[in-house]
Structure formats: C-alpha cells, structure tokens
C-alpha cells in the first residue's frame, strides 16, 4: 500500500504533473524571456505560458474534415501521458516511487512516443503542412536518438545496470562524460529549438503538425511539450551530475543544472539560424555517431 501511494504522489505531485507543470511553464518562459534579451526585446511576463493555456482551453475545438474525434482527443493526450509516466519514473531528489529492474527501458519507450505520435498527428491531420512535418520528424528523430540512446544504453552497460536509481547513484566516469556530451547534443532536436527547429518551421509550414488542432487537444500538445522539457532536463541531471548528500543539496543542484541547460538551449536558439533536413540529418549521423563510438569504445574497453 505504501508503495502505490509513492507512485500516486510522484506522478501527481513530484516530480509528476503539478510540479512538472510549474517548472514546464516557468522553462518555456525562461527561454521565451532569455531569447528576448538577447534579440533585444522586452519579453513575455512569467504567467504567459500559463494565460497561453488556458486561452486554448476556452477555445471552441473545431473538428478538421478526415479525422476521427477519437484520434483528434486521442494524439495529444497520449503524448501527454506518456511524458508524465516518464517524469514519474525520473529519481530526482525526493521521488518517492519505487524503482525497479529495467525501468530505465520503460523510460526510453515512454520519452519515445511524443516523437511518433507527432508523426501520427501530421499525417492523420490531413494537413499538407501537417504532413511535410511529419515526414520532417521521422527523418530527423533517426538522426538525433542515435546520439541520445547510444549515450543511456553504453552508460547502462558500463554501469552494470537498467536501473534509474542504481544509475544516478553510480560514481561519475569518463564514460559519464563523454555520453553527457552526446545527450546534450540530441536535446536541441528533441525540443524543435534552433537550429533544429524543423519539423515546426512556422515560416515554412505554419504549425506543423499542430497546424490543424486547436483548442483542447492543441492545449494537450502543448502542456506535454513542457512536460517533455522538464523530462529531458530531470534525466540529464540524473544520469550525469554526481549525487550529493542531503535531500536539500540534490533538489538545489537538480535545480540549478536545469536552469543552466534552460539558459544553454535559449542561447543555442537565439544564435542560429534553422537548417536544412540533410544538414541536421548529416550532423547526427557524423558528430552523433562518433559521440555514440567514442562511447561504446570506452565501454567495451572496460
């Protein structure tokens, strides 16, 4: 009994939906703020993020021709879900859920179904921008999670371990490195932030895949993407900044790692300009690939 009520309070509370929602908006403002300053404009206020959903909640849902009100619900809240089951499963400081063998698995499945249900989306919406998207996302996500896998799966293997826990309390190694660096590399793609932002090129093909939702299922999509920001971020921090002792210490440096990396993904999209499909798909498949060698080669040398 003890421990369904952790995991009801890591997935509602911490780190689950109503933390994750506070730190998804205040991220999402942080970079809208940060990549203002830097264009030398004034920025948002910090409850834009939260106004910005609730005006989509207050809109009517309009029904596009060709698709089921099952699969317009549906896509989003699925997407939504799995990023929150993911979140949960994260042992950042003060996550009271169990852990258990091979939850590092789940978590890589679950991460992986916002990528292919935005695919979905696209090309169930019918859209022509919908669907340029959609291909756009399957083409680059082959790109950015051979970096992204390579670097969980070899720091899996050297530690000698599938478990989240065992893997955020193992002492730091060139291998924790190196796979950092490879990780990092595949956020700005996971995101859809500069200069990978292009499966959501707004001058190219309006919203994407988002082109044809609106209202509730379009707010759904949108609250998964700042769970899915908290997710990316929680992981990086578990698997690759050693723990500290006490409870106040790790929830401190949790923090402050995220807001760092918020500040790097703000600064990354401010500087450049968006690339073409190849040009991503080339970096990945060359930086990516030998990030995920150079890896795999340390581990297998023990």
């Known amino acids: 009994m003890a421990s369904v009520w952790g995991n009801l309070l890591a ?19 942080l970079v809208r703020k940060l990549t203002a300053r830097l264009q030398g404009r ?12 609730v005006k989509l909640l207050g809109k009517q849902t309009l029904l596009p021709g060709g698709i089921s009100r099952a699969m317009f619900y549906g896509l989003p809240l699925a997407a939504l879900l799995s990023t929150l089951f993911a979140l949960a499963l994260i042992p950042v400081p003060g996550n009271p859920i169990t852990s258990f063998a091979g939850d590092l698995i789940v978590l890589i499945y679950l991460l992986e179904m916002p990528a292919l249900i935005e695919v979905l989306a696209g090309y169930s919406s019918r859209s022509l921008y919908g669907q340029v998207s959609a ?25 000698g371990t599938f478990s989240l826990r065992e893997l955020a309390a193992a ?3 060139w291998v924790h490195l190196l796979a950092a660096v490879a990780f990092l590399l595949a956020i700005p793609a996971r995101l859809k932030i500069n200069p990978f932002s292009i499966p959501n ?9 988002h082109t044809e939702f609106n209202g509730v299922p379009l707010a759904l999509f949108e609250l998964g993407h700042a769970l899915e920001l908290v997710a990316l971020l929680a992981l990086f921090a578990v698997l690759f900044v050693p723990p500290v002792g006490s409870l106040l210490a790790g929830l401190g440096l949790y923090l402050l790692v995220s807001l760092a990396l918020v500040a790097l993904v703000a600064l990354l999209g401010a500087a450049t300009a968006r690339v073409k499909v190849n040009q991503a798909f080339r970096f990945y498949w060359s930086w990516g690939a030998l990030a995920a060698v150079v890896v795999a080669a340390l581990v297998m040398m023990g």
Request: no cysteine; aromatic share 18%.
């Open 42 to 53: 004034r920025g948002p206020f910090f409850y834009q993020p939260f106004f910005d959903f």
């Open 11 to 29: 997935l509602l509370l911490w780190p689950g939906l109503a933390s994750g929602v506070i730190l998804g908006w205040f991220y999402l403002w």
């Open 135 to 159: 291909a756009r996302e399957a083409l680059l996500s082959l790109g950015y999670n051979l970096p992204m896998l390579a670097a969980v799966i070899a720091l899996a293997m050297h530690v």
């Open 171 to 173: 002492p730091p190694s």
């Open 201 to 209: 090129a707004e001058q190219e093909i309006v919203a994407g895949a």
